[in-house]
């Protein structure tokens, strides 16, 4: 089993939709949980973050964390062409805070 | 403020070769972190750099290894380098005295082993 799965997709969306996220990880002593977005050819860049259960928003974005089942989500609303991209969920632990673990991605369209 | 910068951005190497790749982390960051980035592999963690002394270390064979300074910017280097070394290598840094760490990457450097 990986330590971070993802559902590599590809996931389709038409603009204006709402596009869900999926991220399952297997140390309960994860800490800190990452959403990073990576456009083909260049890095990731990080759209959210989230310490607590529950829900976080930022703008278009809302994570989602439920630690006793293991599973954190990003929902992007309204969403738009330009968040075409690969979707890359990243966990850390209380014991090795300087390494994230990365699941493979999910790769999303969003079709005009 | 200036982001994570990595250089070379570009490099082509043959096997038995070496490399050394350099990242400067934003102002103020003092924690840099490695990754390597294969379609097959996905992002896998190399090592991590704080205050120069490596604090955590990933699976990746001896010939990969790193350093940091006392600028806080770190070099990472690979000796005999091998066919499936031909990835994207990325750096990251973040703030120390965070708890939680959020890790800004730079933009990479491609190396091709031909």
């Known amino acids: 089993q990986k330590e971070v799965e993802q559902n590599s997709g590809p996931l389709s969306v038409p603009e204006g939709a709402i596009a869900s996220l999926n991220c399952t990880y297997s140390?309960?002593?994860?800490?800190?949980f990452f959403w990073y977005r990576q456009y083909s050819g260049k890095s990731p860049e990080l759209i959210m973050f989230?310490?607590?259960?529950g829900d976080k928003e930022d703008g278009r974005f809302t994570a989602q964390l439920n630690k006793a089942s293991q599973y954190v989500s990003l929902l992007i609303r309204d969403s738009q062409p330009s968040d075409s991209a690969t979707y890359l969920c990243?966990?850390?632990?209380?014991?090795?805070?300087?390494?994230?673990?990365f699941g493979d991605g999910t790769t999303l369209t969003v079709k005009p | 403020k200036a982001g994570v910068t990595q250089t070379p951005r570009y490099l082509i190497k043959t096997r038995g070769q070496q490399v050394t790749l350099s990242c400067s982390p934003i102002?103020?960051?003092?924690?840099v972190s490695w990754y390597q980035q294969t379609p097959g592999q996905g992002l896998q963690f190399l090592f991590e750099y704080f205050s120069e002394t490596q604090r955590n270390k990933g699976n990746f064979p001896g010939r990969f290894s790193g350093r940091q300074f006392s600028n806080s910017r770190s070099e990472m280097n690979v000796s005999t380098l091998e066919l499936g070394d031909s990835a994207l290598y990325l750096c990251?840094?973040?703030?120390?005295?965070?708890?939680?760490?959020?890790?800004?990457f730079g933009p990479g450097t491609r190396l091709t082993v031909t």
């Open positions: 990251a840094s973040s703030l120390e005295g965070q708890v939680f760490y959020e890790q800004y």
């Open positions: 140390d309960r002593g994860s800490q800190s």
């Open positions: 989230i310490y607590s259960n």
């Open positions: 102002s103020g960051h003092r924690s």
């Open positions: 990243a966990v850390n632990s209380r014991t090795n805070a300087g390494k994230s673990t």
